[in-house]
């Protein structure tokens, strides 16, 4: 009878320039565009937002321009140990995923294979009702 196999989700191997907020945590950041300015300090990350747009539409049968201008302060209070993920286009952000470096992968890694090894040494239930 074959050996049964245990599988887990394939983790992504991208990695992201990031920083784990820490009481000494400080910086001024500005994305490329200019459009984001960060800072953070004592664990408060400030964003300002300054951007325009340009929309195109249809007004009485002329096509008209709309610019949108937005200026935007928004304030966050980050705990110690959340991770910081740099994004081109917005800057800091929390990301929507439980983040960890390579380091922490390997020793979950390692745990996970030990756990494991305990259900390789037991014949599976096929084997074990064929007794």
Known sequence: MEKLEYYTLKPSL????????NKALKFDEWTEDKKVHQT??????????????????????????????????IVQKIPT????????LQGYIIPQYQ??????????????KEAYKVYDEVPNDVKRNEN
Do not use: P
């Open 14 to 21: 991208k990695q992201y320039f990031g920083r784990k907020v």
């Open 40 to 73: 953070m300090e004592n664990g408060v990350l400030t964003t300002v937002i300054k951007d325009t747009r340009k929309i195109k539409l249809l007004a009485d049968g002329k096509e008209t321009e709309i610019e949108s201008v937005e200026e935007s302060t």
């Open 81 to 88: 140990g959340v991770i910081l993920i740099w994004d081109e």
């Open 99 to 112: 983040m960890t470096t390579l380091d922490e992968i390997e020793q979950d890694l390692i745990g996970m």
